[in-house]
């Protein structure tokens, strides 16, 4: 496999809770892993880990083939803003700034002049369907809009691998499956990998293969078929979604 | 509703580490609100104190039921004043007065302390001589305005010449021999002018207090809104809802006034040195008391609860009692309008114009400018938002449009600082308004008929004194005025006005000591030689010292610096308040905001991009409404400002620009590492 991001024997305490007891995983381009488990199996600590948010106790974390653990955090906090997108829960768009701000803002961290921050930000509206969103702000958006800007916050920056902590967890079911078709939809359309973390088996389903988690190890590595580009969704036997065309597949 | 506080109690305690940090803030402002309020309190306490220690000095006739004579008048050596007591008891066995432990004795000379050890350095014949007799005792505490004041009590008999002086013509000078029949007298008009600017600025600095501590408060309860949301919803009512954050503020607050009233114990022997009309104070001065103290320690924790009630009205009303976040309306110009209209009155007032009216229209502008405040913030942030090129300055924008009235209470206790030290700054008189007035030519005020005679007394005190002073009499009518000018040529006198040998180091040393307090020396004559005129004169009219012209102004030159060290006061507590409140609204602002923080961080934001944004966020409005207030407080100083711009005053304004910009972006900066370990969290959750 031709893998993006791998993690190696990796090993977390908290104290004297093991939180992770050697998992190891890997990534390929362009694939999207679920990481499953229930509360505390140490599934959100293996994202930390993989996304350099936490250093491991022990264990190697690579981003195609590069060190990513013995960064200093100065380094990791770089990677994170130009590597890796991040899709949370709720919570991650500032509540000031109009959506295409919020868009933009990754951008402009990393230099982009801000007229130019915008313009790109902007392209990611329509394919996602947030078409007249651009100028409100959060509060003016309904919970799956929020999620969608969310995304295309994640994806403006072109990122190697997009990580997401239930991102469907604060939306009811409909909004959810839509969520995530768009999040797998435009990740694969940026030929970005995807790690979700997640406890619900519904948002397992969109994703090539399911890793389960149980007391810091992993319990299975479920491959599934038929989840190719373009392939058929769960629940949703069209393959509308496919026609949409990302910015990241358009350059 | 037991049951109700240990259940505030133990959610106040198991709040957490952010729950305990808040509640520590809010303890923090309300320690550092009780420990001002207290100084207040001392400070109206302390005034009321020496005005009736002061009381016993200016006394009132008795009609009938006379014990005793008291007469008192001003002395003076070098430039401070010497309040000079004459007792006659009529009856024997009269009750003495204040400080004294017995009636003094005929001819009994009783000092303070600072007195006695005055006369002790320097030479007696320019002091000491001036009080002869036996020495009674030393004069106690009570009996003095301030520790180092100048007072001396001298007995007499009742057909003393002493007691049969006539009074001088101003009230300052003392009062002539009055019978009495006890010494409660009553308080001079110094002292209730000094009462009344005391209770000005008591009003100048409890407003902001007040205004500070109900922020406070209202700041737990904005983080308390959503679990107690999540209370309402479980079913709590609303009576319960309010009782349990009333009492959780209360406890936090009852917590921090403790705290404030130990700093505040801890402050005083720095306060007791802050110097008001020629003296510092007593410690005793300072404390405020025990009943005042439990009334402090009471009213703050009700305010902070009645505070808290008001910030929670929200929150009772709907159990989904979060804001909405959406583009506020911009505020609106009427702001601004109001703001002129109040302006637009200050060219019409004058030096003449009735106080009353001067302070309405002060007091309107500073009210307008704090309306105000919010639309310029706005607007600033519509500007930095549009014309930002990086992250950091449109999120600080952004924030500024979001919520200008919360940014504009961040900077409003600096900016509205900036009024009053515009105001003051440019108002403050110069330094040379007084002070160089003649300090060398002694007047005497003498009867008529009796000028010739004590003219050639007063020569031949002088001379034997061996100081060389030109001696003549001027003015017409029933008393004449002695003029005696120290160290001046004079016919019959040693005539080329050098002083005698004697007297030159004496005189070099003085000299220098005079030029260094600012007091002019003319000729040869030095503070010492005057100081040895004054003495030699002594008794030369019963009941009357010489005085020069620089004398009389003392009380002014005390009075003007003063209202100096009043501004400084005023304007040190104004920063106090401001920059705490600063940083207690830059913590909460972090505490409130740290999950979007934290996630940003996770996201790979740098911690200097959110840092910078902070900074930006509250130095942009700083600059503009601090430098704005400051105009503004020049404009109404303008039409009553008696010289051009003035150098003392100048100084202030630029002291406290550079102390508002410093204290600000500090404490701005104290909560960069709170920001630091909020954002460490790797799973951010809200309340």
């Given at each position: 496999m031709n893998a993006v991001l791998e993690g190696y024997d990796l090993v977390k305490r908290f104290g004297a809770a093991v939180a992770l007891a050697g998992v190891g995983l890997a990534v390929g381009r362009g694939e999207a892993v679920a990481i499953m488990g229930p509360s505390g199996s140490g599934k959100s600590t293996l994202l930390h880990c993989l996304a350099g948010i936490m250093k491991p106790d022990a264990g190697e974390v690579r981003l195609l083939g590069q060190r990513v653990d013995t960064m200093r955090e100065r380094e990791r906090s770089a990677l994170r803003r130009t590597r890796f997108g991040f899709v949370f829960q709720f919570g991650q768009l500032l509540p000031e700034l109009p959506a295409e701000e919020n868009v933009a803002l990754p951008l402009m961290l990393g230099g982009v002049p801000r007229g130019d921050a915008v313009r790109r930000a902007r392209e990611w509206f329509g394919p996602l369907g947030l078409g007249g969103?651009?100028?409100?702000?959060?509060?003016?958006?309904?919970?799956?809009?929020?999620?969608?800007?969310?995304?295309?916050?994640?994806?403006?920056?072109?990122?190697?691998?997009?990580?997401?902590?239930?991102?469907?967890?604060?939306?009811?079911?409909?909004?959810?499956?839509?969520?995530?078709?768009?999040?797998?939809?435009?990740?694969?359309?940026?030929e970005a990998s995807l790690v979700v973390v997640t406890h619900d088996p519904q948002v397992a389903r969109w994703c090539d293969r399911t890793v389960e988690v149980r007391d810091g190890r992993i319990l299975s590595g479920e491959v599934r078929d038929g989840h190719a580009p373009g392939g058929p969704y769960p629940g949703h036997g069209s393959g509308e979604a496919v026609t949409r065309v990302f910015p990241g597949v358009s350059r | 509703m037991s049951g109700l506080l240990g259940l505030s109690w133990r959610l106040l305690r198991g709040g957490g580490r952010s729950g305990l940090l808040g509640a520590g803030?809010?303890?923090?402002?309300?320690?550092?609100?009780?420990?001002?309020?207290?100084?207040?309190?001392?400070?109206?306490?302390?005034?009321?104190?020496?005005a009736d220690r002061e009381a016993w000095r200016n006394p009132v006739e008795a009609r009938t039921g006379a014990v005793a004579v008291e007469a008192v008048?001003?002395?003076?050596?070098?430039?401070?004043?010497?309040?000079?007591?004459?007792?006659?008891?009529?009856?024997?066995?009269?009750?003495?007065?204040?400080?004294?432990?017995?009636?003094?004795?005929?001819?009994?000379?009783?000092?303070?302390?600072?007195?006695?050890?005055?006369?002790?350095?320097?030479?007696?014949?320019?002091?000491?001589?001036?009080?002869p007799g036996k020495t009674g005792g030393v004069i106690g505490d009570e009996g003095l305005v301030h520790p180092g004041e100048l007072l001396v009590v001298r007995g007499q008999e009742p057909d003393s010449p002493v007691m049969a002086a006539t009074a001088t013509d101003d009230p300052r000078g003392g009062a002539a021999p009055t019978k009495i029949s006890d010494f409660t007298g009553k308080a001079t008009s110094d002292a209730e002018g000094y009462q009344a600017l005391a209770l000005i600025a008591t009003v100048l600095m409890v407003v902001p207090l007040l205004v500070f501590g109900g922020a406070a408060a209202r700041l737990t309860v904005a983080r308390r809104d959503q679990r107690l949301a999540a209370l309402r919803l479980v079913g709590a009512t609303p009576g319960q809802v309010v009782a349990m954050t009333v009492a959780e503020?209360?406890?936090?607050?009852?917590?921090?006034?403790?705290?404030?009233?130990?700093?505040?114990?801890?402050?005083?022997?720095?306060?007791?040195?802050?110097?008001?009309?020629?003296?510092?104070?007593f410690a005793s001065d300072m404390w405020p008391g025990v009943p005042y103290t439990l009334a402090v320690l009471a009213a703050v924790p009700l305010l902070v609860g009645l505070s808290a009630v008001v910030g929670l009205r929200r929150v009772v009303v709907s159990p989904l009692g979060v804001a909405k976040r959406e583009t506020p309306p911009a505020m609106r110009f009427v702001r601004v309008l109001a703001l002129l209209a109040a302006l637009a009155a200050v060219p019409a007032l004058g030096a003449g114009t009735a106080a009353g009216v001067v302070a309405v229209v002060l007091g309107l502008a500073f009210l307008a400018i704090n309306l105000t405040g919010p639309w310029v913030v706005g607007m600033i942030g519509r500007i930095t938002a549009r014309t930002a090129r990086g992250p950091a300055r449109l999120l600080a924008g952004r924030r500024l449009v979001d919520d200008p009235k919360a940014a504009w209470r961040t900077v409003s206790g600096v900016a509205l600082t900036g009024f009053v030290a515009g105001f003051i700054g440019f108002l403050s008189p110069a330094g040379g308004l007084f002070g160089d007035a003649d300090a060398t030519t002694l007047r005497l005020?003498?009867?008529?008929?009796?000028?010739?005679?004590?003219?050639?007394?007063?020569?031949?005190?002088?001379?034997?004194?061996g100081v060389p002073a030109r001696v003549e009499v001027t003015g017409g009518g029933g008393r004449r005025v002695l003029t005696v000018a120290v160290g001046k040529a004079a016919g019959d006198e040693a005539g080329d006005g050098k002083a005698a040998g004697?007297?030159?180091?004496?005189?070099?040393?003085?000299?220098?000591?005079?030029?260094?307090?600012?007091?002019?020396?003319?000729?040869?004559?030095?503070?010492?030689?005057?100081?040895?005129?004054?003495?030699?004169l002594d008794g030369l009219v019963p009941g009357r010292g010489a005085t020069t012209a620089a004398d009389e102004e003392v009380f002014s030159v005390l009075l003007l610096g003063d209202i100096g060290t009043g501004t400084v006061v005023v304007l040190t507590v104004s920063f106090l308040v401001a920059i705490v409140s600063a940083g207690i609204t830059a913590a909460s602002s972090v505490l409130d905001r740290r999950q979007t923080y934290a996630l940003l961080r996770l996201a790979g934001t740098p911690l200097e991009v959110l840092d910078r944004a902070r900074r930006a966020e509250t130095l942009i409005p700083l600059a503009v409404m601090g430098g704005g207030s400051i105009a503004v407080g020049v404009f109404c100083a303008v039409p009553f400002a008696f010289s051009s711009v003035n150098v003392s005053g100048m100084v202030i304004l630029l002291v406290c620009v550079v102390l508002?910009?410093?204290?600000?972006?500090g404490a701005g900066a104290a909560s960069a590492p709170l920001l630091r370990s909020v954002t460490a969290d790797p799973a951010p959750r809200p309340d």
């Open positions: 969103m651009e100028e409100r702000r959060p509060g003016e958006l309904s919970g799956g809009q929020a999620q969608r800007v969310a995304i295309a916050r994640a994806l403006v920056t072109r990122p190697a691998v997009v990580f997401a902590d239930e991102p469907t967890g604060a939306l009811d079911q409909a909004t959810g499956h839509d969520t995530m078709r768009l999040l797998v939809e435009a990740t694969r359309g940026n | 803030l809010t303890a923090a402002a309300v320690a550092v609100s009780a420990a001002l309020l207290l100084f207040a309190v001392s400070a109206n306490l302390a005034f009321q104190g020496r008048r001003r002395d003076y050596v070098r430039d401070r004043p010497i309040t000079v007591v004459d007792l006659a008891a009529l009856e024997p066995g009269a009750s003495p007065p204040p400080g004294l432990d017995r009636f003094p004795a005929p001819g009994e000379v009783w000092f303070s302390p600072a007195l006695a050890e005055l006369a002790r350095e320097l030479p007696d014949g320019q002091l000491a001589d001036r009080f503020a209360v406890i936090t607050a009852f917590g921090g006034a403790l705290a404030g009233t130990v700093l505040y114990g801890l402050l005083i022997p720095v306060l007791t040195r802050i110097e008001i009309a020629g003296g510092s104070w005020s003498v009867p008529a008929a009796r000028a010739p005679q004590l003219t050639a007394e007063a020569r031949e005190r002088l001379s034997a004194a004697k007297d030159k180091d004496e005189e070099k040393a003085a000299r220098e000591g005079a030029s260094a307090s600012g007091r002019s020396v003319e000729g040869s004559a030095s503070a010492a030689a005057v100081d040895r005129a004054r003495t030699a508002g910009f410093a204290g600000v972006t």
